[in-house]
């Protein structure tokens, strides 16, 4: 059985203040939730406010990036040591923002994804294909070669914690959601890739489908089987929108 995740992804919205202010809403709506992984994904400097805000709640907190080596003269970046000394548990890795906008790479994410892990860190890996690679065809390619060079070098033990984001970026922000049924395809396809490399540990991988999630969407989403959450954007800023996709009804529900 693979527990369901549902984590919001701010992006760069809220102050520490807003951030804070969020959680406390958040957490009346959600208090009895216990069959799913609640995250949120701050900006970095509401990450160790809103850590002191969940503590003893079902909240876990991820950061949205990282970078790969442990400290040294690197103005900017925050390592993981730091990120889990701050309280986090996961991190949000190739967001199709950051491979567009900060010049990712399939080769920078995976030297994060592998920092990460070494140092206990839990990564949330996005993947996802352009419109104008879905219109030529070409969008399973692209999901297999994001995956296996992302997840390159890593063990079957390495990849036991490891989250898998589905993000097609047409999708993202734009109101356009992957039916259930195409998002369950590629799902499908990533367990595949995944069985092939890593074998048993492939069914116990959490996939969450990311890309203009909302209340009225998940229910259908949570349907598929190899849809096993949710990365979600806009809809995670409001406390009320951002529980009821944590309450999505299925039929275990
Ligand atoms: P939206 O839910 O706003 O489309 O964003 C999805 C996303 O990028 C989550 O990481």
Redesign the pocket.
């Known amino acids: 059985m693979r527990k369901p995740v549902i984590a919001g ?1 701010w ?1 760069m919205y809220k102050t520490v203040f807003d951030a804070v202010r969020f959680i406390s809403e958040l957490k009346d709506l959600v208090s009895n939730v216990k069959d799913v992984q609640i995250i949120v994904a701050p900006p970095f400097l509401a990450i160790y406010p809103v850590v002191q805000e969940v503590k003893d709640l079902n909240i876990l907190v991820s950061a949205q990036d990282v970078f790969w080596e442990e400290e040294g003269a690197y103005t900017g970046e925050i390592s993981p040591k730091m990120l889990l000394d701050a309280g986090c548990n996961y991190v ?1 890795i190739g ?3 950051r491979r567009q906008y900060f010049q990712e790479t399939d080769e920078t994410v995976n030297k994060k994804i592998t920092a990460s892990l070494h140092h206990g860190l839990i990564p949330i890996f ?1 993947v996802g294909e352009s419109i104008q690679q879905r219109e030529s065809g070409k969008t399973l390619d692209i999901i297999e070669s994001q995956i296996k060079r992302g997840l390159s070098g890593l063990s079957a033990s390495d990849m036991k914690d490891v989250i898998i ?1 589905y ?1 097609p970026i047409w ?4 109101g356009k959601t992957a039916t259930s049924k195409q998002a369950e395809e590629i799902h499908a396809f990533i367990r595949g890739i995944l069985k092939g490399i890593f074998k048993d540990i492939a069914d116990n991988t959490r996939i969450l489908y ?4 909302k209340p009225d969407n998940i229910d259908e989403l949570m349907v598929e089987p190899n849809i096993d959450g949710a ?6 800023l409001k406390a009320e929108d951002f529980a009821r996709i944590i309450k999505f009804k299925t039929k275990l529900r």
């Open positions: 992804n992006k949000i967001h199709s923002e996005c984001a993000e999708a993202i922000g734009t990311g890309g203009s999630v990365l979600v954007g806009g809809a995670s």
